[in-house]
């Protein structure tokens, strides 16, 4: 006979998304899970509803190309569910993205805005944003607050099994304009940036948690100095309970494995993050290619760039960018189906 049922028994765990993350990477449905892919900003662009970030993708085809259980991090951002007709919410090409990468079964990482504005409004995104424009500023009542976007974007797609993490911004750095000007090399960083991005992690953060507890938060940071997140500053905005995985983005060092230098190159991201309890996603390795570069060649140095930076202790790497008009006669980042960065990407995405 079962007298006082569950006293005494200890609390029944906590449910986990298929996507969880610990000091020692991420795993997939339980197993390990080393993801790699592709930025692919562009596929929420639909010409025939918004004013779209770029040229459109078939997103079948897209999605077709991946290795089972890659991922692919892109912009969903409310002007690209916004109807540019009727200035009213439409999530018709957001929806498609969605959809796709469930019929594929591929990760997706939504990032929900960007530091710099790009495709959405074009302003920098200051200090006064983080410490609380982001639940103000309704652009003079056309469209939803930052706050308002994320409860209904992380409302809408809270369920997706393809959701690997959110993103809330991309790139952030609460830096302070100076006269208008925003430039990196005019503005000014507050002394208390690193707090105010890290409370910003913080709120925001709980704010997807209390919609989509079972879903990850990755924070987007650059990595190399900047605002907020420079040298020890950026161990302690990756401590905040509501950051999940880190990034690094990996620019202008072609085939070196650890860029940077003591004070913020990766080799010191990677034992910041272990430090945090946290692994690191290098999120984004651009090098160009074109018309200064053959592809295969950029395959092969970027081949060795994850191969070093993998055994240094990375957990993820995706390449900037994928598009679907590639211009093999310019100097660009950009990647094409076609290109050799796809086989080898899948051959660096393992899970088990």
């Known amino acids: 006979m079962l007298a006082n049922c569950g006293a005494g028994l200890p609390p029944a765990p906590a449910s986990e998304g298929r996507v969880t993350a610990s000091v020692d990477g991420l795993r997939l449905d339980g197993e390990k899970w080393w993801p790699a892919g592709f930025n692919a900003y562009q596929l929420s662009t639909n010409w025939a509803v918004n004013r779209g970030c770029g040229a ?29 007709y009727t200035g009213e919410i439409d999530f018709t090409a957001m929806d498609a993205v969605f959809a796709e990468a469930e019929a594929h079964d591929q990760m997706i990482i939504p990032v929900l805005s960007a530091q710099d504005g790009a495709c959405e409004n074009e302003e920098f995104k200051d200090r006064q944003w983080y410490v609380g424009g982001w639940k103000t500023d309704d652009q003079d009542g056309t469209r939803l607050t930052f706050e308002d976007w994320v409860q209904t974007a992380v409302e809408r797609w809270k369920d997706s099994p393809v959701v690997a993490a959110w993103e809330l911004v991309g790139e952030p750095d609460p830096g302070e304009c100076v006269n208008g000007n925003c430039d990196w090399w005019v503005r000014t960083c507050p ?30 940071l650059i990595g190399g100095g900047q605002c907020g997140t420079g040298g020890d500053d950026y161990q302690y905005v990756s401590e905040s309970d509501n950051v999940d995985f880190v990034q690094y983005h990996d620019y202008g060092a072609d085939g070196i494995a650890l860029p940077g230098d003591q004070w913020n190159g990766l080799a010191r991201r990677i034992d910041q993050a272990e430090a945090a309890g946290k692994p690191l996603v290098v999120a984004e390795i651009g090098e160009l290619a074109g018309s200064c570069k053959t592809l295969p060649a950029r395959a092969s140095s970027i081949g060795q760039k994850i191969t070093g930076q993998r055994a240094a202790g990375t957990a993820g790497a995706l390449l900037w960018a994928f598009v679907p008009d590639p211009r093999p006669n310019e100097c660009t980042m950009d990647v ?8 080898l990407m899948a051959g660096f995405n393992t899970v088990g």
């Open 191 to 220: 002394t208390d940036a690193a707090q105010v991005l890290r409370d910003f992690m913080e709120e925001a953060g709980a704010e997807i948690k209390s919609i989509a507890p079972d879903h990850l938060i990755t924070a987007g």
């Open 56 to 84: 459109m993708v078939d997103l079948p085809s897209y999605f077709d190309s991946l290795p089972p259980h890659s991922l692919t991090r892109f912009n969903a951002f409310q002007e690209l569910a916004t109807n540019k």
């Open 336 to 343: 094409g189906v076609e290109d050799p960065l796809f086989p």
